[in-house]
């Protein structure tokens, strides 16, 4: 069974970074496509960044652009994303996804979140 280990999460100050890690377990398949998501309370969760073959396609949320980089191991089988120039609108809980079929490049593409994997999620709190 696939599974998805984040780590990284924690509490920054406005301005600070922090690293996520994602690594899937199973190594089955390499992932041709991983990402993270961010959602708050509240509101649905939304694509933060995501990757699809080795970075040949990237995806960002223009919040982030400039400031977060998205990179994929090259066993397909990691992602991690550094979050410089932290805002505090940026607390959420950050998760994980991953897909290993060839259709998953038209959803990076488009910022999609249809994802076959999901990791459980990883907190980052930003204070002002």
């Known amino acids: 069974q696939v599974r998805l280990m984040e780590s990284g999460g924690g509490s920054a100050q406005s301005g600070g970074s922090l690293t996520l890690s994602c690594v899937e377990t199973?190594?089955?398949?390499?992932?041709?496509?991983m990402g993270w998501f961010r959602q708050v309370r509240g509101q649905g969760r939304k694509p933060v960044a995501t990757?699809?073959?080795?970075?040949?396609?990237?995806y960002y949320d223009d919040s982030v652009k400039g400031r977060f980089t998205i990179s994929q191991g090259t066993s397909r089988n990691m992602v991690s994303l550094q979050m410089n120039n932290l805002r505090p609108e940026g607390t959420g809980m950050y998760s994980c996804a991953a897909d290993p079929e060839d259709y998953c490049i038209i959803v990076v593409v488009a910022g999609g979140q249809n994802y076959r994997y999901w990791g459980q999620g990883t907190r980052v709190t930003v204070s002002s």
């Open positions: 990757i699809a073959s080795g970075g040949r396609h990237t």
């Open positions: 199973s190594g089955a398949r390499p992932s041709i496509c």
